[in-house]
């Protein structure tokens, strides 16, 4: 099972080569509440900007199943992760960890400090 960072959804909606190795993947993916917020959050910024809004629909989407563990566990395991100070890396880490799902992502400091075996490299 696979839960996608934010990037990983993001080229995956817009069909961008680095998705291809989702693409491809036969079992379940799963999005994140973590990765909602931050969209929200960068679309708050001006960083990014969606035809008609926020995408409340990305949660709907049969490519993905949204996926919300329980707070109390998934914010325990993100205490941790002290190495980032990126709050949503802690939270799709901890996230994944708590779940054992595998975290597709395109982040090297990522890459750097989590085992091969939890990633999907983007």
Same mark, same amino acid.
Not at 79 to 105: C, E, I, M, N, Y
Not at 108 to 113: A, K, M, V
């Given at each position: ?27 379940? &993916?799963? =999005? $994140? ?7 929200? #959050? %960068?679309?708050?910024?001006? +960083? @990014? *900007? ?28 993100? &205490?941790? =992760? $002290? ?7 802690? #939270? %799709?880490?901890?996230?994944? +960890? @708590? *779940? ?23």
């Amino acid at each position: 099972m696979i839960l996608l960072d934010t990037n990983a959804l993001l080229w995956l909606e817009l069909g961008h080569a680095r998705s291809r190795p989702l693409a491809r993947w036969a079992g379940r &993916l799963y =999005l $994140s509440p973590a990765t909602l917020l931050e969209l929200q #959050l %960068l679309q708050e910024v001006g +960083r @990014l *900007r969606f035809r008609g809004g926020f995408p409340g629909g990305l949660a709907d989407d049969d490519r993905w199943l949204l996926d919300s563990p329980p707070a109390d566990r998934w914010f325990t395991e993100a &205490l941790a =992760l $002290s190495w980032t100070r990126d709050p949503f890396d802690r #939270l %799709l880490v901890a996230h994944a +960890r @708590l *779940r054992g799902f595998r975290l597709a992502t395109g982040d090297g400091e990522l890459f750097e400090r989590l085992e091969p075996t939890s990633l999907l490299e983007l």
